[in-house]
């Protein structure tokens, strides 16, 4: 089942934070985050696993509720570069290897 | 980290035709996958390509519409067969690099006509 992604849109000025969350209704061994430019592959952000810790890559961190099976991607002090889309993809205990992606977060970040 | 590379990069295709996408690794990695994006859409799982035997599908993709060879650890292909307009989307390879990482290959753009 589709994780759910909040929210849709986000449009940031420069040096602004913004958080983006990821939902499920089943329990979860591992979310995934991605960010895809227009015309480009999804490029991978972060792994956050169950029992894992929270991650962090340069000013972009997440963290992962197990017991919500939520997770919460963190940008701070946005830049120009932080534009895109941006999916979270979950991925079961029973289904290893197999992601499946929210409907993605489209984010603008303005100078 | 590994290098992903898929043919063609994008094609136009007539209905009724059918097109093999190629995904090669530059190393030898246990599991892929093939993913389809829609236009504006999110990624959805087609299958998990597996070496040495048959194709996993999800619910909603069937191997006769879908088929995929994986004859060895660094390649697989997709043939998306019977093409209507419905199936215009990006293809995607994935694989699932150490224990837990998964990359993207750069996509196939196909646009049917």
């Known amino acids: 089942q589709q994780p759910v992604q909040s929210p849709q849109a986000v449009i940031l000025r420069e040096g602004e934070d913004a958080v983006i969350n990821c939902s499920s209704s089943?329990?979860?061994?591992?979310v995934h985050w991605y960010r895809q430019k227009h015309g480009e592959a999804p490029v991978f952000l972060m792994i956050l696993l169950k029992g894992g810790e929270q991650k962090g890559h340069d000013k972009i961190s997440a963290s992962f509720n197990e017991k919500k099976q939520q997770s919460s991607l963190y940008l701070t002090a946005s830049q120009l570069s932080y534009s895109g889309t941006y999916f979270c993809?979950?991925?079961?205990?029973?289904?290893?290897?197999?992601?499946?992606f929210g409907a993605g977060t489209q984010v603008v970040v303005t100078p | 980290s590994a290098v992903i590379s898929q043919k063609p990069s994008r094609d136009i295709c007539q209905r009724g035709t059918s097109l093999t996408i190629q995904c090669q690794v530059d190393s030898q990695v246990t599991m892929m996958f093939w993913y389809r994006q829609q236009p504006g859409q999110s990624l959805t799982l087609i299958a998990t390509?597996?070496?040495?035997?048959?194709?996993?599908?999800e619910s909603g993709f069937v191997i006769d519409k879908f088929p995929i060879s994986r004859p060895n650890l660094t390649f697989s292909t997709l043939t998306v067969s019977n093409m209507s307009p419905e199936d215009s989307s990006i293809y995607l390879c994935s694989i699932l690099a150490g224990d837990y990482e998964q990359y993207f290959g750069p996509g196939t753009r196909l646009t049917v006509t």
């Open positions: 993809g979950t991925e079961d205990p029973d289904s290893w290897g197999k992601l499946q």
């Open positions: 089943k329990a979860l061994y591992s």
């Open positions: 390509a597996n070496q040495g035997s048959e194709a996993t599908y």
